[in-house]
């Protein structure tokens, strides 16, 4: 399937639409963004915890990208659940949000995984994931 | 500053302390030397006055046997008026040869002339120039002690002149003893270094001192001696030695029945010197005590010292530490708060975005999310004036809601009754909770009383068994059919998930609307400290 428009402007054009975990605590904010990507043409699934996400991943669903909050109940965080993709799932790409500056993120994270801080703009968060879709395909 | 003082109270103690040690060995040195100066001199004076009573009774002893041999010579002239002066020397060399202290003796008519002499036949020789012989002359005197070199003889003696018996002057008899058989006495009794015994006449002349070269002197007639011998038969006297200027402390008594007082002195240096003698090696001993007990307390000031300054650094790493972990604490609950307010600001625009894609008048819209803006702003306001950042009390916000004309506005007709338990829920509970409560009101305003009829909505919390209960209930016309509250009941459903919380919205037994929300509340005393301080790390 080609996905000709683009409302965010976005460069690229896929065969399929892409996967997309969101994990994010905060329902309200889930929901919204949840609801904003499915709007744009994104597959999407919901977790509200690292925990829930790697249940998810484990699953027969395909996850393009992983977009998670950095700050998650449970025994991991985003960070935590990035590294983990890193080693178990590589293939899978990650996209991190948080209310903490990027200064405030450990150093082997700074700069290597792609990061939008909060407030986000629902159009941007799009235009970032299809990037970042575009640059692994 | 403190250790400033404690420096300060350090230096002041061991000045305070080395004055005491420096002073109290000097004056108990001075005290204790006084004492043992004090009982030696009255050691001394009372050997002084045994020496004394030993020189009057020596004196006496010998003075006395020239008295009786005068006694025999006058007897002897007496009874042999026309003796002539061959048969009166025999009588005299008999008399002289019979007592071992007798020099010579002699018999001396009224011109100063010899009648006899006991060592000397014949004798020739004028007396009259004598003082002894003027004294017995021309006045009253009958007797006279003197020492005197006899003549021819050149014997250096004390001699005792008695004025011959008879109411008109007749001469004079004399008994002389050699002045070595006193200053041999008096020699004995100075051994002691600084001691010195003399005989002297009641008008001051020392007649004999130990060494018998010495020539008779004269006190000070207004000296201490002299005052003191004039005032009484015995006591003691300071004063310095005419010949060899050492002070003394003299103690004397009158020999009895003569005109002679026995002294004997002790030398007050000597006195000194035996005291520092005797006080040297206690005055050592005092002042290596004073040295040891100074460098004692000086090693105790030190230590006292080492450990009040190793307190005070325990303190100030305690208060570092105190205040790095402080520090450390509010930088991680400003990145916490920082987050919130990112994450909140992310919550608006979800609400927002969720009332964008509702079909309502945009000013209804904008009212609506300017009350949700309200209520997350009310949770913030809570939190911050409250002691504990972490936790909200959860029924100030219901009754700041209640009071809120912008919410319940009083022109309504509706009132809002609060049954409101005190419940504390956590900070991440609070928004959801907060929007929660805010939709069950606005809903309940919005839909539960149309057409301007009034009504009541009743809020009640309680908190039972780990779990807080929140109930809004109204007296209106209960959910209607077409699902007019769907939106904000979806809402509210997402929120409540987000606690972990049962939300149900339904018709109540009465007719009204009932909105119920159960979440656990299991506040733990780290949960957020704990957490930021981990942060903090």
Redesign the interface.
Known sequence: MIQADDPSGGPEVHRDPISVLVVE?????R???A??LRDTGFEVTEA?SADEAIQILGGAQKVDIVFSDV?LPGTMNGIDLALWLRSNQSSVLVMLT????AQ?MPPDIRGRIPMI????D?DTVVHRLKILAAGSR | MRLGWIGRDYRRSVSLVAAIVIVAPVVISSLWTWQVWSEKRSAALDRSRQGAALVSEYTSRVIQSQILLLNQIDRVVAEHPNAEAFQLHNALRAMDASFQYTTSLGIIDRNGDTVAGSRTYPLKANFADREYFKALRDTDRTFFIDRLILRPLRRDTISVVRRRPGDDFRGVITASTEISKFTDFLTTMSVEPGTLAVLVRDDGKVLARPDADDQPTFMQPDGSGMRAMAAAASGFFDAPGRLDGIKRTYAFTRVPDLPLYAVHGFSNREIWNDTFVAMLPNIAILLICAALAYLAFIGLMRRVEMERMRTSAEHNRRLLDEARRTSALREAMLKEVNHRIHNNLQTVQSLIQMQSRRQIDPAAMLKEISKRVWAISEVHSLLYRSAQYSRLELSGFIQALAANPGIVPPESGVKVVCDLEKVTIETRQAVPVALIVLEAVINALKHAFPDNRSGRINIMLRELDGQAEIVVTDNGIGLQPEGSRSSGTRLSAVLADQISGDFACETGEAGGTVVRLRFPVNLNDEDEAGGMAAAAK
């Open positions: 605590d905060e329902a309200l904010i929901m919204v963004i609801d904003h509200r700050n948080s209310g903490v500056g405030d801080m909060k407030p986000y629902l």
